[in-house]
């Protein structure tokens, strides 16, 4: 099972990212997803959960900049962050919402003032 994310980068305050997570070995459809993210000397932290219904939620932190979307027909599940701040430095990471695969590379997403 491989769990792939991409799209993270270097990007100013202020500025914008789309991360996407896909896999070839298991079907997003029929679980909760999220995006987690690690920052460094910091414990990973679940930044947004979508239900297979399509309910979703945020953290505070994020609220009103991030947003969590899914595609059955693609099989992704995406992550939009808006107004990014130099603490949204982190790597980001998806997985089920009960943490049901093994940890992919995940995906740097480095914020500069």
């Known amino acids: 099972v491989q769990l792939q994310a991409s799209g993270g980068g270097w990007v100013q305050a202020g500025g914008s990212l789309r991360l996407a997570c896909t896999s070839s070995?298991?079907?997003?459809?029929?679980?909760?997803m999220a995006w987690y993210r690690q920052a460094p000397g910091k414990d990973r932290e679940r930044v947004a959960v979508?239900?297979?219904?399509?309910?979703?939620d945020v953290i505070e932190s994020v609220k009103g900049r991030f947003t969590i979307s899914r595609s059955g027909a693609s099989n992704t599940v995406y992550l939009q962050m808006n107004s990014l701040k130099p603490e949204d430095t982190a790597v980001y990471y998806c997985?089920?919402?009960?943490?049901?695969?093994?940890w992919g590379q995940g995906t740097q997403v480095t914020v500069s003032s």
């Open positions: 997985n089920s919402a009960l943490i049901a695969f093994p």
């Open positions: 070995s298991v079907i997003f459809r029929p679980y909760a």
């Open positions: 979508i239900q297979s219904n399509n309910n979703r």
